[in-house]
């Protein structure tokens, strides 16, 4: 039995003195110091050059399980990877390469056509790492903003703009690495007549000895780099060759897949038409 006394009723009324439930009232505020935007942020934000609002933030549980937009964006993160590696190479050769081009020379010629091919896979690449950035934040910022937010990422995402920028990068990125070795192969081909040891035709002409096939020259061009630009053009049609056969790969599977698919998603839609009474189950 427990003793009824004084002892228990005083506990009790020292507890519900240091439980003092906080008063709310109307006129009371929670927001902070850093609540509002300061003089920097409003001045920029008014004029429309970026907004200080975000998106609506909802704990849908249905977030954290995994859809097929998930794969099609990892594939997409997985290509802007190797874009990225190729802007840096692309553009160290593009700076790093002599400029003073002269096009009434053979050499000069050959410098441009690697010039203008190196820009080609730089742009093909820049393009390649923004949409595999943009799309991929666009979609999940979609994706996480409601209840249907899997529906309005996958209208995002099948958009026929966003769609075409999406395969145009990622099918540029591809044929980018083929062209890089084609424009390699250029570079290579006016270095080897830079840097050969007997580059000079006036030294040519001054030594009677018999030259060597790896220091004879053709029209003015190195025997040995036509040799080396020869080499990576036969790699870069190779490549080539490969890209294509995975595309044509792709296409065959995909059209096979969906002339088998078809006839049975009729007859299944068919057959549920044709339910005209209620389940007794």
Same mark, same amino acid.
């Given at each position: 039995?427990?003793?009824?006394?004084?002892?228990?009723?005083?506990?009790?009324?020292?507890?519900?003195?240091?439980?003092?439930?906080?008063? $709310?009232?109307?006129?009371?505020?929670?927001?902070?110091?850093?609540?509002?935007?300061?003089?920097?942020?409003?001045?920029?934000?008014?004029?429309?050059?970026?907004?200080?609002?975000?998106?609506?933030?909802?704990?849908?549980?249905?977030?954290?399980?995994?859809?097929?937009?998930?794969?099609?964006?990892?594939?997409?993160?997985?290509?802007?990877?190797?874009?990225?590696?190729?802007?840096?190479?692309? $553009?160290?050769?593009?700076?790093?390469?002599?400029?003073?081009?002269?096009?009434?020379?053979?050499?000069?010629?050959?410098?441009?056509?690697?010039?203008?091919?190196?820009?080609?896979?730089?742009?093909?690449?820049?393009?390649?790492?923004?949409?595999?950035?943009?799309?991929?934040?666009?979609?999940?910022?979609?994706?996480?903003?409601?209840?249907?937010?899997?529906?309005?990422?996958?209208?995002?995402?099948?958009?026929?703009?966003?769609?075409?920028?999406?395969?145009?990068?990622?099918?540029?990125?591809?044929?980018?690495?083929?062209?890089?070795?084609?424009?390699?192969?250029?570079? $290579?081909?006016?270095?080897?007549?830079?840097?050969?040891?007997?580059?000079?035709?006036?030294?040519?002409?001054?030594?009677?000895?018999?030259?060597?096939?790896?220091?004879?020259?053709?029209?003015?061009?190195?025997?040995?780099?036509?040799?080396?630009?020869?080499?990576?053009? $036969?790699?870069?049609?190779?490549?080539?060759?490969?890209?294509?056969?995975?595309?044509?790969?792709?296409?065959?599977?995909?059209?096979?897949?969906?002339?088998?698919?078809?006839?049975?998603?009729?007859?299944?839609?068919?057959?549920?038409?044709?339910?005209?009474?209620?389940?007794?189950?």
């Amino acid at each position: 039995k427990v003793p009824i006394g004084d002892t228990w009723p005083r506990q009790l009324g020292r507890g519900m003195e240091m439980y003092r439930p906080l008063a $709310l009232t109307r006129s009371m505020s929670i927001e902070s110091q850093h609540e509002h935007p300061d003089t920097v942020v409003d001045a920029l934000a008014s004029n429309g050059f970026v907004r200080s609002e975000s998106m609506d933030i909802n704990n849908d549980p249905r977030f954290f399980t995994g859809n097929v937009l998930d794969k099609r964006l990892a594939a997409v993160s997985g290509l802007s990877v190797v874009s990225t590696l190729m802007v840096g190479i692309a $553009l160290g050769e593009c700076y790093n390469m002599k400029h003073d081009i002269e096009l009434n020379h053979t050499n000069g010629v050959l410098q441009f056509v690697g010039f203008f091919f190196m820009n080609v896979v730089l742009f093909a690449n820049v393009l390649a790492a923004y949409i595999g950035v943009a799309q991929v934040y666009f979609t999940y910022r979609l994706m996480t903003a409601g209840a249907t937010g899997f529906e309005m990422a996958a209208s995002f995402y099948l958009n026929p703009n966003v769609a075409f920028w999406r395969h145009a990068g990622v099918k540029w990125m591809l044929q980018s690495l083929p062209m890089f070795l084609f424009a390699g192969g250029f570079r $290579l081909l006016v270095k080897f007549d830079h840097d050969m040891p007997r580059a000079k035709g006036a030294e040519h002409q001054a030594d009677n000895t018999e030259l060597t096939w790896w220091d004879a020259r053709l029209h003015g061009v190195s025997v040995f780099g036509l040799v080396v630009c020869c080499t990576y053009l $036969l790699l870069a049609s190779f490549l080539a060759y490969i890209n294509c056969k995975h595309a044509a790969v792709f296409k065959e599977r995909y059209t096979m897949a969906k002339s088998v698919e078809r006839p049975i998603i009729n007859l299944q839609a068919m057959s549920m038409s044709q339910r005209g009474l209620a389940p007794d189950i």
